[in-house]
């Protein structure tokens, strides 16, 4: 974030608190610089030799392209053609390319400790007519991160308008399974030479642990994850690679092992769907690997964790803890394809749950000592998941698209299939490429059903509601559309609601649960109205995060969305930083029964309460102040999505995933 928003963050805070966390941030700033000054004459690349054969874990798999749509996606990923985070197709080429020894000039450009290796790796793509990809810039602004300092002190979100996010996308290298599953549809060895130029190019350009491609473990992680997904679909359906490409792939796996493991992005108090890539990631990369004692640790380190993540992450009622269904549905993909990987290793691999030497580990969080039963992971665990499967599905509206809770960053771990919305979580439980990979992965071991909670009620009680404030009756074209509503509730999460095939209807109501509200918005009370896939009321999204912060707010605020009023106030205030959000509001469901919800938070002076029922063909919502003198209020009536967001100050354009605008 810029020098501005800092000040203002730091002034927020009890000066302790403030001196506490300037300081902590100056040493890991200053640690990180050490580092990288330690580490300019040493090679950051792992030794290429004894790390192959990679492992293959998946049969091959009856993908079709009927439509071509595989192919084309190929093509345009083989031609360095992007659609990044909303951008539309763009081609991103280094600026290098244009000159004919751009291969010895990008190498010369490193530290001398890497000069070496990375030549050897950009000389090893022999294609004609290559062109290099441009992996560092936010190519929206132009600024440009240079591969020269050491990823961990990397600064972004320091400029007004730069966007990490956008190489980051790029440094995923989700497209590259893209190119093998087209492979996999029609053999066409282009695509293949592609992929291992492809490679070649991101290693040689950005030496492990150097540059904005290694300054968040997430992404590394990720990007790990995809580069054996990607391996292994090719080998699978008939692609060869030469020794020399396969070992170079095999140090790079082990080159992002180790700097995940190193980095993981783990706290006792704060930690998420980062996390969750990071060991997501170590569980890719060991399976990948060869056995040896460290493979043997990041995969039973990668299994231990994900058994607790899982059951600390996903809650009761199986929604995610962070206060996003977006997130949700990252960190459930993240599980979902780490879980069917660990079940499905051979029994070889199996071995090293009973072997490992957890004395060897000496990271944070430990390592429990062994041997570890198999399945590694319990029915309670299980259980969870298929709830979290559940939860996408309750939250998935009729018209396919997912109620869209707090942030949405466009985040995926694999995209497999992108003929979608980018609100359509489907891919999760439908039976598609995502679920081809699964039960590749698994060998049919991923014994998991969409679950749905089981549905709370609150039975009606007497409660001291005053007049309203506000009464608003949303007259519904068809009143037949609200005819056999069935109830459903994550109380856990905080969201209640009605749906039937050609509504629904939500109120978020509900407490934070990763202390800070990282990923909350200011929407307590929100009510999401969609009858036969006209939205009336609805989220509108993100945007945008740390290069527009203004925008990031407008988003975040209750001014965003279908929320009770009072005079433009906050529940939560919004200058703490771009990703806190403290849990002022403290909302509460008080009853829950028979299309009558009553709920209440404590953001503002005075607690306000709101009221949402279902009758007489109509939406009826009612709002007032706790304790409120008993005025008779006049009913308003609206009966189109625009006379609902005129009446509320709706303005913001609808954002379905991360720098997309309806």
Not at 145 to 161: D, F, L, T
Not at 271 to 293: C, E, K, Q, V
Not at 533 to 560: C, E, H, K, Q, V
Request: aromatic fraction near 8%; include cysteine.
């Amino acid at each position: 974030m810029s020098l501005s928003h800092r000040l203002k963050t730091i002034r927020s805070m009890p000066v302790k608190v403030a001196a506490a966390k300037v300081a902590a941030v100056l040493a890991k700033r200053l640690k990180q610089r050490l580092i990288g000054a330690l580490m300019r004459n040493h090679c950051t690349y792992p030794p290429s030799y004894g790390l192959v054969p990679l492992s293959q874990r998946l049969p091959r798999l009856p993908v079709t392209d009927g439509d071509g749509r595989l192919r084309r996606r190929a093509l345009a990923a083989a031609a360095h053609r992007f659609d990044l985070l909303g951008s539309g197709s763009v081609k991103l080429t280094q600026p290098l390319a244009q000159y004919p020894d751009w291969r010895e000039i990008i190498a010369a450009g490193h530290h001398r400790g890497n000069r070496k290796r990375s030549a050897r790796l950009l000389a090893m793509i022999d294609t004609p007519g290559y062109v290099p990809v441009d992996w560092q810039v936010d190519f929206k602004s132009g600024y440009r991160w240079s591969a020269h300092v050491w990823g961990g002190a990397i600064a972004y979100g320091h400029k007004p308008g730069v966007d990490v996010k956008l190489p980051w996308e790029l440094g995923r290298l989700q497209h590259l399974p893209h190119l093998a599953l087209a492979y996999a549809a029609a053999p066409d060895e282009r695509l293949a030479t592609e992929f291992r130029d492809q490679v070649l190019d991101f290693l040689g350009a950005n030496p492990p642990g150097w540059g904005v491609q290694w300054a968040c473990a997430m992404d590394v992680a990720i990007r790990a994850a995809n580069l054996v997904l990607a391996w292994d679909l090719f080998v699978a359906h008939g692609a060869t690679f030469t020794l020399e490409f396969q070992e170079e792939l095999a140090a790079a796996l082990s080159a992002h092992g180790r700097h995940i493991a190193h980095n993981l992005e783990w706290s006792p108090a704060h930690r998420g769907n980062h996390y969750l890539a990071d060991i997501t990631g170590l569980a890719f990369i060991a399976a990948a690997l060869p056995r040896s004692p460290e493979s043997d640790l990041w995969l039973v380190f990668a299994a231990q964790q994900l058994e607790a993540e899982i059951q600390h992450q996903f809650l009761d009622d199986g929604g995610n803890f962070e206060a996003s269904t977006a997130y949700h549905r990252l960190s459930l993909e993240m599980v979902l394809f780490a879980v069917a990987l660990i079940l499905g290793l051979d029994e070889d691999r199996k071995a090293a749950f009973a072997e490992y030497d957890a004395g060897a580990w000496g990271l944070t969080p430990k390592l429990a000592p062994g041997p570890m039963a198999w399945p590694p992971f319990g029915a309670q665990t299980l259980e969870r998941l298929s709830l979290a499967l559940g939860f996408a599905r309750t939250v998935t509206k009729p018209s396919g698209e997912i109620v869209q809770i707090g942030d949405n960053d466009s985040g995926r771990f694999f995209i497999l299939d992108t003929n979608q919305s980018p609100l359509d979580v489907s891919s999760l439980w439908a039976d598609g490429l995502d679920a081809m990979v699964l039960r590749g992965l698994s060998g049919g071991h991923l014994p998991l059903s969409a679950k749905a909670g089981e549905p709370v009620t609150v039975a009606a009680r007497a409660l001291s509601l005053p007049l309203p404030a506000s009464r608003l009756r949303v007259q519904v074209p068809d009143p037949t559309a609200l005819v056999g509503l069935t109830a459903f509730a994550a109380p856990a999460f905080g969201l209640y609601g009605w749906k039937n095939e050609r509504s629904f209807i939500s109120i978020r109501c509900g407490r934070l649960h990763d202390g800070r509200g990282a990923h909350a918005h200011n929407d307590q009370l929100a009510v999401e109205i969609e009858i036969d896939a006209i939205a009336y009321a609805r989220d509108p999204g993100s945007f945008t995060y740390t290069a527009d912060l203004a925008t990031r707010n407008a988003y975040r605020s209750a001014l965003a969305h279908f929320v009770p009023r009072q005079a433009g106030m906050e529940p939560a205030a919004l200058n703490l930083g771009p990703f806190r959000l403290d849990d002022t509001a403290q909302a509460e469901m008080l009853r829950f029964a028979d299309q009558d919800f009553v709920g209440r938070h404590h953001g503002f002076a005075v607690p306000v309460w709101r009221r949402v029922r279902i009758a007489d063909g109509a939406i009826l919502i009612e709002d007032g102040p706790e304790g409120g003198a008993a005025v008779e209020t006049a009913e308003q009536v609206v009966s189109t999505p625009d006379e609902l967001n005129q009446l509320w100050g709706l303005t913001l354009p609808f954002s379905p995933g991360y720098g997309l605008r309806a």
